[in-house]
C-alpha cells in the first residue's frame, strides 16, 4: 500500500527530491529541497531497491508532464 504525501510541487519551478533508503529498517526518507516530507516504507523485503515508480496526480491536462534533469545514486 502506498502513501500520499501532502507536498505538491510548483509548476515551472525545479525542485530537488532526495530519497535515503534504510533497506535494513525498511523505510526511505523523503526529502523536498533540503527539508523533511516523509518517512515512507518499503513495500517490498526484496534486498536493495529496484525500481522508483513517480506519478502526477492533477485536476487538468498538463502537457509537460514531469521532466527529470539527472538522476544520482551512492550505495553504502
Known amino acids: 500500500m502506498f502513501r500520499r504525501t501532502r507536498v505538491s ?7 530537488t527530491l532526495a530519497l535515503e533508503w534504510d533497506c535494513e529498517k525498511g523505510h526511505c526518507v523523503l526529502t523536498l529541497d533540503g527539508r523533511h516530507v516523509a518517512t515512507l516504507p518499503q513495500l517490498s523485503r526484496a ?9 502526477m496526480q492533477v485536476h487538468t491536462l498538463e502537457p509537460k508532464g514531469i521532466l527529470v534533469e539527472s538522476v544520482d545514486v551512492q550505495v553504502r
Open 47 to 55: 534486498v536493495g531497491v529496484c525500481y522508483l515508480r513517480m506519478w
Open 9 to 15: 510541487l510548483k509548476p515551472d519551478v525545479w525542485h
